[in-house]
């Protein structure tokens, strides 16, 4: 079975701080997805990247930047915390081409205080 | 643009009671087409999925779901809940191209009276 881990179940941070969202798969995907769900608007594209160091913005990446440094790893970064990103983070890998589904990690809930 | 609709927010069923949850997608051509399910706390988890061929598909759990073109819909049905199904549904669709990024609905949530 592919296994997506994300570091963190709850997390709970300060407004202005740097946050680090790690994700971490082991099924060699390469294709990964970080997005935010939030109640009534389902989830919400935040980055993806189809290759190590390769990226693209989703709908919503203003206030977020990622990184990946290594095939397995897919890190989501707020580089200034602020409240309204308080909300359930979800990770997400699939194989290259047509028909693949995603796999989810549990989430982590992250709370901007 | 591709979109994705669930008009149901929240569905109550009883338990051993049929349930059809709708989802009715816009996209200019054959969809790839999603089911997930989330249960409280969880990540989602892939139920079922349609690319192409037999309309009617099968996925875990005893779901199933019909693609109807002529009304752009993909609902998933199950003939008897029961009370561990309840938990948030999505439909989504899948966008072409190799990095297969998925257009998601906004759920629905089912709740399963005893």
């Known amino acids: 079975d592919v296994k997506v881990t994300q570091s963190s179940r709850y997390l709970v941070k300060r407004t202005g701080e740097k946050v680090f969202l790690e994700c971490v798969q082991d099924m060699d995907h390469e294709n990964m997805f970080w997005y935010r769900q939030d109640p009534g608007l389902g989830l919400r594209l935040i980055y993806f990247s189809y290759d190590v160091k390769m990226k693209e913005k989703g709908d919503i990446p203003e206030g977020y930047s990622v990184s990946r440094e290594k095939k397995e790893r897919f890190s989501l970064i707020l580089e200034s915390a602020s409240t309204n990103q308080t909300s359930m983070y979800l990770c997400?890998?699939?194989?290259?081409?047509?028909?693949?589904?995603?796999?989810f990690g549990d989430g982590t809930r992250l709370s901007i205080l | 643009a591709q979109s994705v609709t669930q008009p149901d927010i929240h569905i109550t069923v009883s338990e051993g009671a049929s349930l059809e949850l709708r989802c009715n997608y816009s996209y200019g051509a054959t969809p790839y087409l999603f089911w997930y399910v989330q249960s409280p706390g969880q990540g989602l988890q892939l139920l079922l999925k349609y690319f192409s061929g037999d309309t009617l598909v099968q996925g875990i759990k005893g779901f199933e779901a019909e693609f109807k073109r002529s009304q752009s819909s993909f609902n998933l049905r199950k003939p008897s809940v029961h009370w561990s199904d309840a938990a948030e549904y999505f439909c989504a669709v899948g966008a072409r191209g190799a990095t297969n990024k998925l257009i998601f609905g906004t759920g629905t949530l089912l709740a399963v009276q005893p």
């Open positions: 997400a890998s699939s194989p290259t081409g047509f028909n693949q589904p995603q796999h």
